[in-house]
C-alpha cells in the first residue's frame, strides 16, 4: 500500500495502515515552509523534514522501542535559544542528509534505527513551494481572487482556495516514490489538508502519471471536518470534486467515509460512482467527540476495502 499526504492526516493513514499490512510506503509532501522545517529549509537549502519525521514516527511500533523511539523523534526542545521549536527528527534526519548525500537514504536509515514498520519517500527531490488560488482572502472584497504562496499561508488564508499549482511548475519527482506507485496494490489519497497535503501529488508530474496509470487500486479516506481556512465550508463530496478538478484522468475504487460525517449519502455516494468507485461508510472517528481519527476503527475499515471483504 502506498499512503499520499502528510501531516497529521497521513500520520493518521499511517498508523491504521501499519496494523494491516506488511508492506506500507509514504509519499510524503515536502512544500512546508513554517515551524522548524521552514527554518532548516531556508538556513540549509535542504527539503523540509516535518511531514517527513511524523510518518516515520506513525509507522514505529506499538512495543517500548517503537513508543519510545517515537517520543525522541517528535520532541521538541524549548529554550531561549536558536534550538527552541526544533524538533529532534528533524535535525537527525537532515544531518544524515548531509553526511550521506541523499535524502531517500537518509530517511531509509533514520526508518532503520525506529523499527519503522515501513518506509517514507518525499513526492519530489526538490522543496517546492504551494501558490494558491483564493477567493475573498481580503473580506471587504469577498468575491476578489488573489495570489498566496506558501503551504502556511495557504492553509491558514481567510478566503476561500478554489485551486493550487507549484512552483517550480514541473518539479522532479522522487523516482523511487513514482516506482512504489506503479509496484502498488492499493495506493490511499487522504485523509489530511486537501489542498496542502494530498492535491500537491497531482501536480508533480511523473508522479501524476504513475498515479493515473498504475494498475494498483485506489482508495480516498475523507477527512472527519473542514479545515479552518483551507476547506470551510466543505461537504464530504466536494472533496472529491476538488481532487476531480485538479486530476480528471484519475479514477477512484473506493471512498471511505465516517458515519458521522456522511447524513445523507447520496451526492457524495453519486460523486464517488462518477470517478468510478463507491462508497464505504463506517465509524472511523475517536470517541472523545474531536476531529480525529481512531487508529483501530481506521485500522478496521481499511482492512475490510483492502481484502475485499465489503
Known amino acids: 500500500v ?47 523534514p516535518g511531514d517527513l519525521r511524523m510518518a516515520l514516527a506513525a509507522l514505529c511500533g506499538d512495543d ?22 526544533h524538533a529532534v527528527g528533524n535535525l537527525l534526519i537532515v544531518a544524515l542528509w548531509e553526511l550521506l548525500g541523499d535524502s531517500v537514504a537518509g530517511l531509509d536509515w533514520v526508518g532503520q534505527l525506529l523499527g519503522a514498520h515501513g518506509r517514507v519517500l518525499p513526492m519530489s527531490s526538490a522543496p517546492l513551494d504551494i501558490v494558491a ?32 499549482s507549484l512552483v517550480p511548475e514541473a518539479p522532479p519527482a522522487s523516482q523511487q516514490a513514482v516506482k512504489a506507485v506503479r509496484e502498488a496494490d492499493w495506493v490511499v489519497f487522504g485523509p489530511g489538508s486537501w489542498f496542502t497535503s494530498v492535491l500537491p501529488h497531482l501536480l508533480v508530474p511523473e508522479l501524476a502519471e504513475a498515479l493515473v496509470d498504475t494498475t494498483a487500486r485506489r482508495m480516498v479516506a475523507l477527512n472527519l471536518s473542514p479545515q479552518k481556512g483551507e476547506t470551510d465550508g466543505f461537504r464530504p463530496e466536494t472533496y472529491l470534486e ?69
Not at 513508543?67 to 531561549?80: A, G, K, L, N, P
Not at 477567493?135 to 478554489?162: F, H, K, L, N, W
Not at 467515509?257 to 464517488?272: K, N, Q
Open 2 to 48: 502506498v499512503a499520499l499526504g502528510g501531516g497529521h492526516g497521513l500520520h493518521a493513514s499511517l498508523s491504521a495502515l501499519r496494523r494491516v499490512t506488511t508492506d506500507v510506503t509514504a509519499v510524503v509532501t515536502v512544500a512546508d515552509d513554517g515551524g522548524s522545517s521552514g527554518r532548516l529549509r531556508k538556513e540549509l537549502g535542504v527539503l523540509p
Open 242 to 310: 476538488v481532487l476531480a478538478a485538479h486530476a480528471p484522468r484519475l479514477s477512484i475504487d473506493a471512498v471511505l467515509a465516517d458515519s458521522g460525517v456522511v447524513g445523507d449519502t447520496t451526492r457524495v455516494g453519486e460523486v464517488a460512482k462518477e470517478m468510478g468507485g463507491s462508497l464505504v461508510v463506517r465509524d472511523v472517528a475517536s470517541g472523545d467527540g474531536s476531529p480525529r481519527h481512531d487508529p483501530d476503527l481506521l485500522a478496521a475499515a481499511f482492512d475490510e476495502v483492502l481484502s475485499g471483504r465489503r
Open 64 to 85: 517500548e522501542w517503537g513508543h519510545t523511539w517515537s517520543e525522541v523523534i517528535q520532541h521538541r526542545f524549548r529554550s531561549e535559544g536558536g534550538l527552541h521549536g
Open 133 to 164: 488560488e483564493v477567493e475573498g482572502a481580503d473580506p471587504a472584497r469577498p468575491y476578489e481572487i488573489s495570489t498566496v504562496r506558501g503551504q502556511v499561508a495557504c492553509a491558514s488564508t481567510r478566503g476561500r482556495v478554489r485551486s493550487i
